[in-house]
């Protein structure tokens, strides 16, 4: 049973557009969430996180918006640069040991 | 570069055998985390060890194994190995537990033949 959803498996977007992953959960215990990138042949690196108590996150142009009563986070990247093609998995975690990570979505951005 | 480092890279093997996989955390990092990768699958939480001693269990099957180091290094054992197990498997390390940034090796990929 998959508890954090990436239901896009690839994601297609024109430089300098806004890019939105997106990420759904099933357990409403979770009270942090994450985005890590991964770049081919890498491991991946952490992006940007978010505690339950916000709603949203910005870090650049990366920001981060979670709906608790949807159980829905996503990630906003604006402007989208061919640099940020990479695959992007969300992750969530119950104020215990483990993140659950998601199955990833593609972003592929197209100069 | 994290910082946290892996061998070896790549390895194929057998079904029925035994392979020891390798990772050194990041400088001063006292948490050490093991994922395991499958195709089309997300990072599936596998064991942590903090500070030598295991913290924490995921889905880690009973045929595999893992242990930390006074070094802090940590090892993981896959044993009696199937075809299933073929993955990439990454470590990552923080500095204390979780909750915090976790820095991820560049991974192993293990093919199991």
């Known amino acids: 049973d998959q508890q954090v959803k990436q239901n896009s498996p690839s994601l297609s977007v024109q430089e300098g557009r806004i890019s939105i992953l997106n990420c759904d959960y099933t357990?409403?215990?979770?009270?942090?969430f994450l985005w890590y990138k991964k770049y081919p042949a890498e491991g991946p690196t952490f992006l940007i996180s978010?505690?339950?108590?916000?709603d949203k996150n910005e870090d650049g142009r990366f920001t981060v918006f979670l709906n608790k009563s949807a159980k829905h986070l996503s990630l906003h990247i604006v402007p989208s640069q061919p640099g940020d093609s990479a695959v992007y998995f969300c992750?969530?975690?119950?104020?215990?040991?483990?993140?659950?990570f998601g199955t990833g979505t593609r972003l592929k951005v197209l100069a | 570069d994290s910082g946290v480092t892996q061998t070896p890279k790549h390895l194929i093997t057998a079904t029925g055998q035994r392979v020891t996989l390798r990772c050194s955390p990041r400088?001063?990092?006292?948490?050490v985390y093991w994922y395991q990768q499958s195709l089309d699958q997300g990072l599936q939480f596998l064991i942590q060890?903090?500070?030598?001693?295991?913290?924490a269990k995921g889905n880690i099957l009973e045929r595999f194994s893992a242990q930390q180091f006074p070094d802090l290094h940590s090892e993981l054992n896959l044993s009696s190995l199937e075809l299933g197990d073929s993955a990439l498997y990454f470590c990552?390390?923080?500095?204390?537990?979780?909750?915090?940034?976790?820095?991820f090796g560049p991974g192993t990929r293990l093919l199991v033949l």
């Open positions: 978010i505690s339950s108590i916000k």
């Open positions: 992750a969530a975690s119950e104020r215990t040991y483990k993140y659950i």
């Open positions: 060890y903090y500070n030598g001693e295991e913290r």
């Open positions: 357990n409403s215990m979770f009270d942090y």
């Open positions: 990552a390390s923080s500095a204390r537990d979780f909750g915090e940034t976790q820095y």
């Open positions: 400088s001063g990092d006292l948490s």
